[in-house]
């Protein structure tokens, strides 16, 4: 007798750890789901350091239209070897006063630097 009720309590004890085991794969799923979310969203950015992907985004925003989205040029001139012509703080300038036929831009001074920079490596 003892014998058969020891075998039905480990019956039951697998049962249990059955259950158990479904309900731990339920969870460590979500978690994996979590994890592939990080690695897409690291992945837009790859190509660069963050400051330069938020500059040249900047500057599809505010300067493409004239300059062109590779720096080619358009109705402004190409500004892809442009750092070898003008600082950080020329571009800047250009940027908030305007020069010639270009209008000054509206956009404020911390993206203007930051614009500006990534264009002073343009060389
Ligand atoms: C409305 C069109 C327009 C927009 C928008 C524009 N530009 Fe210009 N840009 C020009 C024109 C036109 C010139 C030539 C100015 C001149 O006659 O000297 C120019 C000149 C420049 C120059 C000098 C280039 C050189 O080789 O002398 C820089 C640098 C420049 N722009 C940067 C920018 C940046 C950065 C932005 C965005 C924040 C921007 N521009 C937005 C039209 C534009």
Redesign the pocket.
């Known amino acids: 007798m003892k014998w058969k009720l020891l075998t039905v309590l480990f019956a039951a004890m697998f049962v249990l750890a059955a259950c158990g085991g479904g309900g731990d794969e339920g969870s460590s799923g979500d978690s994996g789901d979590t994890s592939t979310e990080e690695q897409e969203s690291s992945g837009e950015s790859s190509g660069g350091e963050v400051d330069s992907a938020a500059a040249e985004e900047?500057?599809q925003a505010?300067?493409?239209?004239?300059?062109g989205g590779d720096l080619g040029g358009?109705?402004?001139?190409?500004?892809d070897s442009?750092g070898a012509?003008?600082s950080q703080d020329?571009?800047v300038t250009?940027?908030q006063n305007?020069?010639?036929?270009?209008?000054a831009?509206d956009?404020d001074e911390q993206?203007?630097t930051q614009?500006?920079g990534w264009?002073a490596q343009k060389k």
């Open positions: 900047a500057f505010n300067c493409a239209s004239c300059h358009g109705v402004g001139p190409a500004l442009v012509d003008m020329d571009i250009i940027i305007g020069r010639g036929d270009m209008p831009q956009v993206t203007a614009i500006a264009l």
